[in-house]
C-alpha cells in the first residue's frame, strides 16, 4: 500500500481513522451547528423511531427519511402555513424545541409588549393548519422549567391579523363606539338638512362615524347619494334597479365569453376562500352575493378586470350594510342572511357594489395590468420612510428586507388584512372623508403604521424575524382609539412631508 494511502486505515467496526487515531465520524462531529438544507444524522427524528444515516448496510434510507432529514430548509411562508400532522404524539430535539420556543416567546413578548397588553404565561399560536388538531399541549423539559403551548382555535384566532378576523366588536371596541354616539345629534343635523354640507360632513367623519350613522354617511360620503335630501330615495331607487339589470345582463346570460369565464372562475375560487373561519362568510347566500358583486365589478372595469385582494374591499361595505338591515345590536356571527328578506338581501347587494366602485375609482390605478400603481406607491413608501427615519430604512436594507415584499399586501388590500375588521371599518371612516380622495393619504397611513412598530422591528436582527414581524403584526387587541392615534399621525406625516421640496419625485 502506498504511502498516501497509509495515513488512513479501516477500524474494526468500519470506521476510518487518522494516523493520529482520530476518526472522520469524531472529526466532523467539531462542527455540530446544524446547517438548513443539509441531510442530519439526528437518531431521534421527529415523528419516528427511525434513524436518518443509518440505514443497514445493503440498503438506503428512505425518501421519506430524506426528506424529514432536510425539512428545516423551508420556513413557513408568509401569508400560508405549512400542515404538520400527529403532532401531539411528537417528541421533539431538545435543541430544536428550545430555538423555537425562544423565538416564539420573544416574538410574543414584543407583540404584545407594544400594545399595552400584560405579559402572558402561555403563548398563543395561529391557525389551525400549524398544529394540527384544534387543542394540544407541546411540553419540553429543560432542567426544572416547562415550556406549555396552549392553543385552541377561538383563543387564537386574532394573534395573526393577516388571518381571517372574527366579527364580534368586544366590550371595549363597543365602549369606545359609546363616545362616538356623542356626535349622533350633529350628525343627525346634517343628514337632515334639505341640502347637505358635504365639507361639514367629511371634516365630523374624519374623527369616526357613529355605528348607527355609518351607512348612510358612507352612501353619501362615497358619492352614491346625492346631497340633496329630497332626491336620495329616487336615487336609491334607480341605482338598485340598475345593479339588477346589471346582473341580468352580464351574470345571469348563458354565454359569456372565454374571458369573463375565466374571471367567473377565479372569483368563485377566491370567495370561499376569503374568510374561511367566519360563518357568516361561509353561508351560501353571503358567497353568491359576493360573487355577483366582484363579476359585475370587473366586467364594468375592463382596463384592470378583477384582481385578488378586491375581494377584501367589499367586505366592510357588506358588514356596513348588513348591520343596519339587522340592527346595530345583532351579533352579525350569528346572524343568517336566509331569515333577512330577499328586498333586504337585495339592498345590501346592491349598495355595497355602488359604494365600493365609487370607493375604487381613485385608485383604479392599483389594479390595472403588473398593478403598475402600487408598485409607484412602495417606492414613494421607501422613499418616505429613507427620509422620515433613516435607521429603520438601514435597518431593513441590512437584512435585506425589500418593502415590496411586505407593504404591497398594505396597498393591495387597503391595511384588510393587517387589521380586525371593527379597526377597518372604523379606518375607512377616515378614508371616505378625506377631502382628495384617500390615495394619497393612503401612503402616509402607511409610513405611520410601520414606523409604529418601530422599536420591535429594530430588536430583529435577521430577515426571518422581521419579515415574521411584518406580516403578522400583533394588532389583534386594537381599537378605535389605536386607529385615531394612526391616522392622526399619517395627518402629521403629510401636513410636515407632503409639499417639501425634493420629497417624492412622482405624486400619485
Given amino acids: 500500500m502506498s504511502s498516501g494511502s497509509a495515513s488512513t486505515t479501516s477500524t474494526a467496526g468500519g470506521t476510518s481513522a487518522s494516523a493520529d487515531g482520530t476518526t472522520s465520524s469524531s472529526f466532523w462531529r467539531n462542527n455540530s451547528r446544524t446547517i438548513p438544507g443539509r ?8 415523528g419516528s423511531g427511525r434513524t436518518i444515516g443509518s440505514s443497514t448496510s445493503g440498503g438506503s434510507s428512505s425518501f421519506q427519511d430524506y426528506q424529514d432529514s432536510v425539512s428545516d430548509a423551508w420556513d413557513l411562508g408568509d401569508d400560508e402555513f405549512c400542515i404538520i400532522s400527529g403532532i401531539v404524539d411528537t417528541r421533539i430535539s431538545k435543541r430544536a424545541s428550545q430555538t423555537a420556543a425562544l423565538n416564539v416567546i420573544k416574538t410574543h413578548k414584543s407583540g404584545t409588549g407594544g400594545s399595552g397588553s400584560k405579559p402572558q404565561t402561555s403563548v398563543h399560536l395561529d391557525t389551525e393548519e400549524i398544529i394540527g388538531p384544534p387543542s394540544c399541549r407541546l411540553e419540553q423539559q429543560q432542567g426544572s422549567e416547562v ?19 372574527l366579527l364580534k366588536l368586544s366590550s371595549n371596541v363597543a365602549s369606545k363606539d359609546v363616545e362616538c354616539e356623542s356626535k349622533y345629534e350633529k350628525f343627525s343635523n346634517i343628514l337632515e338638512a334639505p341640502l ?5 360632513l367629511k371634516e365630523l367623519s374624519w374623527s369616526g362615524v357613529p355605528r348607527k350613522m355609518r351607512a348612510v354617511t358612507w352612501r353619501l360620503l362615497s358619492g352614491y347619494l346625492p346631497t340633496s335630501l329630497e332626491r336620495r330615495q329616487t336615487v336609491l331607487e334607480r341605482k338598485r334597479v340598475d345593479y339588477r339589470k346589471l346582473v341580468q345582463q352580464y351574470f345571469d346570460a348563458d354565454c359569456r365569453d372565454e374571458n369573463q369565464q375565466d374571471t367567473y372562475r377565479q372569483i368563485h375560487i377566491d370567495v370561499p376562500r376569503m374568510n374561511p373561519h367566519v360563518a ?16 359585475i365589478w370587473a366586467i364594468r372595469h375592463p382596463a384592470s378586470g378583477y384582481v385578488q385582494g378586491i375581494n377584501d374591499l367589499v367586505t366592510p361595505f357588506f358588514i356596513v350594510f348588513l348591520q343596519e338591515a339587522v340592527g346595530p345590536d345583532k351579533d352579525l356571527e350569528q346572524c343568517q342572511l336566509s331569515d333577512l328578506t330577499i328586498e333586504q338581501r337585495d339592498i345590501i347587494e346592491s349598495d355595497s357594489f355602488w359604494c365600493l366602485s365609487k370607493f375604487l375609482d381613485c385608485i383604479q390605478d392599483n389594479y390595472i395590468f403588473a398593478q403598475l400603481g402600487i408598485q409607484a406607491k412602495v417606492n414613494q413608501l421607501k422613499e418616505l420612510i429613507q427620509r422620515i427615519d433613516g435607521t429603520l430604512h438601514r435597518h431593513l436594507q441590512l437584512h435585506g428586507v425589500d418593502y415590496l415584499q411586505f407593504s404591497f399586501r398594505w396597498m393591495n388590500n387597503l391595511l384588510t388584512r393587517e387589521l380586525p375588521l371593527y379597526c377597518t371599518i372604523r379606518l375607512w371612516d377616515t378614508y371616505l372623508a378625506e377631502s382628495d380622495g384617500f390615495a394619497v393619504f393612503q401612503l402616509y397611513v402607511c409610513a405611520a403604521f410601520l414606523l409604529h412598530w418601530r422599536e420591535q422591528l429594530l430588536q430583529e436582527k435577521d430577515f426571518q424575524g422581521l419579515m415574521l414581524l411584518l406580516q403578522n403584526l400583533p394588532t389583534h387587541n386594537w381599537m378605535d382609539s389605536h386607529i385615531g392615534v394612526l391616522v392622526a399621525e399619517a395627518f402629521r406625516l403629510k401636513f410636515t412631508y407632503a409639499d417639501a421640496p425634493k420629497h417624492l419625485e412622482a405624486k400619485s
Avoid at 196 to 200: D, E, F, K, R, V
Avoid at 280 to 295: A, H, K, N, P
Fill in 39 to 46: 441531510p442530519t444524522t439526528v437518531t431521534n427524528r421527529i
Fill in 147 to 165: 415550556l406549555h403551548v396552549e392553543a385552541d382555535l377561538r383563543q387564537r384566532f386574532h394573534a395573526y391579523p393577516g388571518r381571517p378576523q
Fill in 196 to 200: 347637505l354640507n358635504l365639507i361639514a
Fill in 280 to 295: 357568516l362568510f361561509q353561508q351560501q347566500l353571503v358567497q353568491e352575493m359576493f360573487e355577483r358583486i366582484l363579476f
